[in-house]
């Protein structure tokens, strides 16, 4: 793309928007009308760095997935917990969710974002699994090649459902997301049966 604008092609058109967040569209060099089609993006980007809807969307994913561990007889025996069986992590840092089931029990955390997981979280919470003797199983949405392997190591799973879960009532948002910037976006009233397997057959490698 910095070749394509140093060769005349595109034209780069900085724009700052929120608490002086500076971001630069590019565009065709000969097209001269563009500020009503990159004020329409700016307007989703607002709303998609919106805290509130970014913390409603996080829980609408750990809800979907909560509902699936209860649908196939996953116990919760904690929310927001970081002590399991006596033992307490050392920090403020908890985990979304610990389920048992067939004498198996995993340490869930749940990231619906579209950045990776920060590694620091992640392997703070590889390390309070470790720590409470339970399972790490993440469901993330896109883990990276080193969070796979850190996970591997361990024995857990890194389970990747590929896009941005939104509740159903966003249908028209999410469309507009795909249409301008086309990332990783979908409608979810329920974990796909594929995801759903996929953990299932984890499951069943960890029964005694």
């Not at 967040?21 to 000969?30: A, E, G, L, S």
């Not at 993006?41 to 969307?57: H, Q």
């Not at 620091?120 to 790490?136: Q, S, V, Y």
């Amino acid at each position: 793309m910095n070749e394509l604008i140093s060769e005349g092609f595109l034209r780069p058109e900085p724009r700052t928007f929120g608490n002086n967040v500076d971001i630069i569209f590019v565009c065709r060099r000969n097209i001269r009308y563009v500020a009503t089609e990159i004020k329409e993006r700016i307007e989703l980007i607002e709303t998609l760095s919106d805290d509130e809807l970014n913390l409603g969307v996080g829980k609408h994913a750990e809800n979907l997935f909560r509902h699936m561990f209860e649908k196939n007889q996953f116990k919760i025996v904690g929310v927001n917990k970081n002590e399991f069986r006596g033992k307490k992590w050392h920090t403020k840092s908890n985990l979304d969710f610990i389920i048992q089931r067939d004498r198996v029990t995993y340490g869930v955390e749940v990231k619906n974002t579209f950045d990776y997981m920060r590694e620091d979280e992640f392997e703070e919470k590889l390390e309070m699994c470790k720590f409470l003797n339970i399972i790490p199983m993440f469901p993330l949405r896109c883990p990276s090649d080193q969070q796979y392997a850190l996970m591997q190591a361990v024995g857990g799973l890194a389970l990747k459902f590929k896009t941005r879960i939104f509740p159903p009532g966003n249908e028209k948002f999410v469309s507009s997301i795909w249409h301008y910037f086309r990332l990783p976006v979908f409608v979810w009233g329920g974990i796909p049966i594929n995801i759903e397997r996929i953990f299932l057959r984890f499951h069943s490698t960890n029964i005694p």
